[in-house]
Nanobody, 119 residues
Framework: QVQLVESGGGLVQAGGSLRLSCASSGSIFRINWMGWFRQAPGKEREFVAAIRRSGGSTSYADSVKGRFTSSADDAKNTVYLQMNGLKPEDTAVYYC????????????WGQGTQVTVSS
């Protein structure tokens, strides 16, 4: 089992920044990738970014490339999503999720944190 807890959401003006955190616990050694997803009202959940625990490779959705950065602090078992240049269309509930070794889907999810960007 893997437990994930997000924090860091809030209200920010367009052009501002926020940093989300996702602390993991449990069977952390089983985690291959940590992903960030978001879901806006009335829309489907979409991929935002991911970071590989081993080696730190990252992947980003085109809509956030150059603005968002995912990083990890292995000592704290925490991953971060630094969001700069926020736009109103970034408003959503943001979730972190864990993709385990040997799996092709994100099986563990955090509770989500609200990010609201005002224009």
């Amino acid at each position: 089992q893997v437990q994930l807890v997000e924090s860091g959401g809030g209200l920010v003006q367009a052009g501002g920044s926020l940093r989300l955190s996702c602390a993991s616990s449990g069977s952390i050694f089983r985690i291959n990738w940590m992903g960030w997803f978001r879901q806006a009202p009335g829309k489907e959940r979409e991929f935002v970014a991911a970071i590989r625990r081993s080696g730190g490779s990252t992947s980003y959705a085109d809509s956030v490339k150059g603005r968002f950065t995912s990083s990890a602090d292995d000592a704290k078992n925490t991953v971060y999503l630094q969001m700069n240049g926020l736009k109103p269309e970034d408003t959503a509930v943001y979730y972190c999720a864990a993709l385990l070794y040997g799996s092709d889907r994100y099986a563990y999810w955090g509770q989500g944190t609200q990010v609201t960007v005002s224009s």
